[in-house]
């Protein structure tokens, strides 16, 4: 299936590039980054505590997110739960 979400991605910079901008507030660590493809914000992953990724999908719909900080770079669509070809 392809996914219908990617007129939502922009070219966005990092809002905070140094790491997950909840967890940085809280002082906690995460285990990955993700960063929204349609804001700029950057979440952790679903392996760290806060899951800030999904929480920022499920309070703003922003459908798309694409590792940040990693070697391996691909884009996963939340709606679709697939990974964006």
């Given amino acids: 299936m392809e996914c219908n979400h990617k007129d939502q991605i922009k070219d966005v910079k990092p809002k905070t590039p140094e790491g997950c901008e909840e967890c940085l507030k809280e002082g906690v660590k995460w285990v990955e980054l993700r960063k929204c ?3 700029g914000h ?4 679903d392996s760290s505590e806060g899951k800030h990724s ?4 499920k309070k703003t719909s922003h459908p798309i997110i694409e590792s940040y900080g990693s070697d391996k770079i691909w884009r996963w669509c939340f709606i679709d739960n697939d990974y964006v070809k």
């Fill in 54 to 57: 999904t929480k920022h999908f």
């Fill in 42 to 45: 950057i979440g952790c992953c």
């Fill in 37 to 39: 493809l349609t804001c």
